[in-house]
């Protein structure tokens, strides 16, 4: 188990989104994103809902060895785990239950 101490929140910033949680478990990278603005043809912009009518989505992905990058790398070729919300407050709730979820030995052996 991976304590939680041993947890890294990262700041990064996403181009579209304006809610983001980024969080380094191990192996793995918890990322939380949501309240996505697109700018529209006419120059108005628009909230869109991301997927399937939910406007925040949690993934994990694999944290990709690059010691010469300024930010934590990681690769969305492939999704270990993912899970949608429909408030700020679940999203949150979700992407600190997901970061416990994969703090877990069993899952980090998933990770090759």
């Known amino acids: 188990m991976i304590r939680r101490e041993q947890w890294k929140n990262l700041d ?3 181009k579209y989104a304006k809610f983001r ?3 380094k478990v191990g192996k793995v990278v918890v ?3 949501g309240e996505f603005e697109w700018l529209l043809p006419s120059g108005l912009k628009t ?3 991301y997927l399937h009518g939910h406007v925040y989505e949690t993934m994990v992905f694999k ?3 690059n010691p010469r990058a300024k930010q934590v790398e990681f ?3 492939e999704e270990y785990d ?3 919300y429909d408030t700020a407050k ?3 709730k979700g992407h600190f239950e997901m970061c416990k979820e994969w703090a877990k030995e069993k899952n980090q052996e998933k990770v090759k």
């Open 75 to 77: 690769s969305c070729a």
């Open 82 to 84: 993912t899970a949608c």
């Open 63 to 65: 944290v990709v060895s």
């Open 31 to 33: 990322s939380t994103v």
């Open 47 to 49: 909230l869109f809902p």
């Open 90 to 92: 679940d999203a949150r």
């Open 21 to 23: 949680l980024l969080t």
């Open 12 to 14: 990064q910033p996403h």
